[in-house]
């Protein structure tokens, strides 16, 4: 089966994040938070936080602050809330989230929720489950969940299920394990899973499982690495987890290794990226793989941040 390539993958983090000029980063430029939080948290789960800039990382992540209270992608980029929630996520890893003005960043979150209990992604107004949770989980973080109407917000995610179980982007769209992940975290940090047909759920994502060990997004689609998190973790968090091979899926992720370069990729032999390095060793993590910190299947950050966010 192999080893994880622990410290080559470390390597590969810290490298990408100084890189500005290549293709790939100038590609990227408009999600660099979004990459920002992947390379982190990897580094973290691998114990190697402590090798990056703290206080040359915390004031980019100020600098792409609107006077909204959003976040932007990067400096000088519209703010959103997804991008919002990784600037929360990131301060969250160097214990720095009092350094922001909470009021003034919850009440942006706040206004995008709309009269169904949808939250829009930015002032543009398009709607999808995935903000919906990336709402939930920032507010959640800041502890300012009472400043929209949960109840709302939940009867809409509700609506997005469909009858094999799994959730969509909105009423009616397609079962997607991404969705499902989003949804299924609102649901569980609400308190709210018992309205989840939890058997019929689980084995609607157990089915992502292929021949090779790994997981797909949806049927009859290729398995990728990044939905050893959205599968996993939803599983997890409905406790259905031991419908899967675990063994095969630790086999598919660590053969999707670059061991001399450091990186993961999305199937074997393609080329490595931030994102699916984050969500192989996040996954990974998931399934207990020995030698990286424990994740929190809800709010994808190590368990030790999130008990120190909320057991203090």
Not at 224 to 247: G, H, Q, T
Not at 281 to 306: C, M, R
Request: with cysteine; glycine share 8%; hydrophobic share 40%.
């Amino acid at each position: 089966m192999g080893e994880l390539a622990a410290e080559q993958h470390a390597k590969y983090i810290l490298k990408v994040e100084k890189k500005k000029d290549d293709i790939e980063s100038v590609l990227m430029e408009h999600l660099r938070i979004n990459g920002v939080y992947w390379g982190l948290t990897t580094l973290d789960m691998l114990g190697k936080l402590s090798a990056v800039d703290q206080e040359t990382v915390i004031s980019w992540v100020m600098s792409c602050q609107h006077e909204s209270g959003g976040f932007g992608g990067n400096e000088g980029h519209d703010p959103h809330v997804l991008y919002t929630l990784s600037a929360i996520q990131i301060l969250a890893l160097f214990n720095k989230i009092e350094i922001l003005d909470i009021e003034k960043v919850s009440n942006y979150i706040t206004t995008l929720q709309n009269e169904d209990g949808s939250f829009s992604g930015d002032k543009w107004g398009e709607t999808d489950t995935r903000f919906s949770y990336v709402a939930i989980c920032s507010l959640a973080l800041l502890k300012q969940l009472d400043k929209i109407n949960v109840e709302k917000a939940v009867k809409y995610i509700i609506s997005c299920k469909n009858l094999d179980g799994g959730f969509g982007c909105t009423p009616g769209a397609e079962s997607h394990a991404g969705q499902i992940f989003c949804c299924i975290g609102a649901l569980a940090i609400t308190g709210c899973l018992h309205y989840v047909d939890k058997d019929l759920l689980g084995w609607w994502l157990c089915e992502r499982q292929v021949k090779s060990g790994g997981l797909n997004g949806r049927p009859e689609k290729l398995p990728d690495v990044c939905y050893s998190w959205w599968v996993l973790s939803s599983l997890i968090m409905i406790d259905r987890v031991r419908w899967i091979d675990k063994e095969k899926l630790v086999k598919f992720i660590l053969e999707c290794q670059d061991k001399e370069n450091g990186g993961i990729s999305d199937r074997p032999d393609d080329a490595v990226d931030v994102f699916h390095t984050y969500f192989g060793v996040a996954g990974l993590s998931l399934l207990e793989y020995p030698g990286l910190k424990a994740i929190d299947p809800a709010y994808a950050l190590p368990v030790d941040v999130i008990n120190r966010i909320f057991l203090n």
